[in-house]
């Protein structure tokens, strides 16, 4: 029902949009995440955004280089990607919670999508 795309390898600098497209039932009224697993790592969280679009906030490593946004109309949200560094490189997943936009990082995920590779090359 969540589907993320967009990725693929850039070099260190360059930038990349994330899709996370929805289907099968409207996620609109859902805080929507995106995460990122590296490899031999643990997955972390990356950025939220509210139901709305109305409030976003960020992992410290991403503040300033990442932007999360949505449209709910088409049942969509992305996640820019400037200033890429080598240390993004992960799988990046979309996520999706009912409840609990201040809390999505730490609390259990409704919908997980399936992730889209991102390599960013020095």
């Known amino acids: 029902q969540l589907q993320a795309s967009g990725g693929g390898l850039v070099q260190a600098g360059g930038s990349l949009r994330l899709t996370c497209a929805a289907s099968g039932r409207t996620f609109s009224s859902y805080a929507m995440a995106w995460f990122r697993q590296a490899p031999g790592k643990e997955r972390e969280f990356v950025a939220a955004?509210?139901?709305?679009?109305?409030?976003?906030y960020y992992a410290d490593s991403v503040k300033g280089r990442f932007t999360i946004s949505r449209d709910n109309a088409k049942n969509t949200m992305y996640l820019q990607m400037n200033s890429l560094k080598p240390e993004d490189t992960a799988v990046y997943s979309c996520a999706a919670n009912k409840y609990g936009f201040n809390t999505i990082e730490a609390s259990p995920i409704d919908y997980w999508g399936q992730g889209t590779e991102v390599t960013v090359s020095s």
């Open positions: 955004v509210s139901w709305n679009g109305g409030s976003t």
